[in-house]
Structure formats: C-alpha cells, structure tokens
C-alpha cells in the first residue's frame, strides 16, 4: 500500500504562485515516478507534469516555462510549484506515484486531491 497526501492548495489571485506537496508513505520496494494531474469542474482530468527517480521531468504545453515539478528523494517528496498562475489553472490538483512493490509488482496510486484556485 501507499499513501500519498497532497498539501499547499488554497486561493490566489492571477500572477501569483503556490507550491505544492505530496509525501509518499508505505511499504514499497522503488518508488519511480511520481507526477501531478488536475480537474476543473466540468472537465475530464488532464496530466500536468511528471518527475522520475532519476530527476527527468515532462510537462504540459500549458504550464511549460510557468510550473516546475521538483523531488526530495530522502523524503519521497515531490513539489510543483506554480508561478505566473492564470485562471484556466482553477482545479483540483492530484498527485501520483509509480512503485515497484515489494512483491516486484507495478501500482499506481492517487492523492485525494488538493483544490487550487486561481482568481481575476
């Protein structure tokens, strides 16, 4: 099992910049990415940027020279943090993680979801 618990979300106005958190917990053999989705209301859940173990990142042609994903591997951490933020970035924001368990298996598991909100 692993536990992923998001942190940072909250309200600010347009050109502003939050930081977000996820700490993964459990008993895993790797941990081997971890990445960031969200979901506005209405609209189905899109893929925001991702981070390997071995600290490649990719991210969304939306947020791309405006978000930066980052990791603290001693914490199993992974950080987004968000500048220049615009209103289309209102969202829930998911974190996740690809793990190698200990019995060798592969499993995806979510956050429950931090809100951002971005106002005019």
């Known amino acids: 099992q692993v536990q992923l618990v998001e942190s940072g979300g909250g309200l600010v106005q347009a050109g502003g910049s939050l930081r977000l958190s996820c700490a993964a917990s459990?008993?895993?053999?790797?941990?081997?990415?971890m990445g960031w989705y969200r979901q506005a209301p209405g609209k189905q859940r899109e893929w925001v940027a991702t981070i390997t173990r071995g600290g490649s990142t990719n991210y969304a042609d939306s947020v791309k020279g405006r978000f930066t994903i980052s990791e603290d591997n001693a914490k199993n951490t992974v950080y987004l943090q968000m500048n220049s933020l615009k209103p289309e970035d209102t969202a829930v924001y998911y974190c996740?993680?690809?793990?190698?368990?200990?019995?060798?298996?592969?499993?995806?598991?979510w956050g429950q979801g931090t809100q951002v909100t971005v106002s005019l």
């Open positions: 996740n993680a690809r793990v190698t368990t200990v019995i060798q298996t592969e499993l995806l598991s």
């Open positions: 459990g008993r895993f053999f790797s941990l081997n990415a």
